[in-house]
């Protein structure tokens, strides 16, 4: 069996090499190997999120490894953020021949560029409506609820927070600020890992718009 698992990496090996080749910069696909969680990460191909070998396991992948065992089902298509840029992740389960699950193969593509593009293109293809009143958000968590205000507002400017300037990023908070967002727990945290910045930094911006709406 673990001959069996050697090879079985091995050829994942060369696939991802070959997935990263084939989608460029913009991806980055990894391998990790179950038997050591603390230390699975075996090979990578791409640098996006800038990890190297013997790094651990992320946490929802391990919830999830962890939740259903060898009954875990893959995971396609998910929001991930890294430094502020946006990434489309999947996580395809690796087994053996016995039905174990072995490890897993991630594929994270940054897409932060694609989403400006898309931002910039509505533009054109937007109809105007009556947007006098914010539509209500029936959310289940104010996790939700946060998200739900951040993607509006990412709409709003058309830009992805990565790729704004201080200015723009003065701007984005000013219209956080307006819709009350940071008197919420965790919200200073949330929005700088959506900009890859520190939460000073959040704190220092919100500190600066204040004082500027008071002259």
Known sequence: MIRENVAIFETMKRVADGLSNAMGKNCEVVLHDFSDLSASLIHVAGDLTQRQIGAPITDLIFKTYKDKGD?????TGYRTIFNGRIMKSSTTFLRNSAGQVIGCLCVNLDVTDFL?????????????????????????????TLESILDETVAEMGKQPATM??????EFMRRLNTREVFVFKGAVNQVARLFGVTRYTIYNDLKEIREADLV
């Open 165 to 170: 300037d201080k200015d723009e990023r003065l």
């Open 116 to 144: 400006n593009a898309k931002a910039a293109l509505d533009e054109f293809t937007h109809f105007s409506a009556d947007s006098s009143q914010s539509p209500e958000r029936f959310a289940s968590s104010f996790q939700e």
């Open 71 to 75: 009954q875990a089902e893959d995971l």
